[in-house]
């Protein structure tokens, strides 16, 4: 049911899809160790060659952004098409152990920055679907339904902590 003129489709996730949250803002109430760009000067050279790297990875494999995500590998494995080598999806960097990690993450159907209802939102209002983002804190988590998916995930804890409790005699 693809729409015509509209990109293909795949099932792969966005960054924000394995965050069960919505974005805020991430200076604002945070101690300076948590503000990860202000105590790791070097992180946003580090973070914007990779993307380099992946954008042109991307556009040399045969599939473009279609290219199915490499999750492991070793130096020198072959990959078929990928003639730059592996093609991960997500690169997870973790600077304290100077490791990186190649993540495989699938498409949040309640995703606030890349959800059909999102996206349909931002594709009919443009701009002003933007300030009202902006403007309204939690505009994006009722729109996408992630409010509500929220919740019902909080009773259904509230649920299985009342199971788990002996009845307790009334005094």
Known sequence: DATPGA???CNLGCYFCNDVVAPTDSTR??????????TRPGLSAIASSLAVELAVTLLHHPLRCLAPADTAGQVGDTHEGAGLGLVPHQVRGFLSTFNNVLVKGDAFNKCTACSPKVLGGYLREGHSFLLQAFNEPDFLEELSGLKEFLKAADDG??????????D???D
């Open 168 to 170: 307790m005699p009334e």
């Open 29 to 38: 109430n945070r101690t300076l160790d948590q503000q990860c760009t202000a």
């Open 7 to 9: 990109p293909p489709q």
């Open 157 to 166: 804890m509230d649920a299985w902590d009342d199971e788990d409790e002996p």
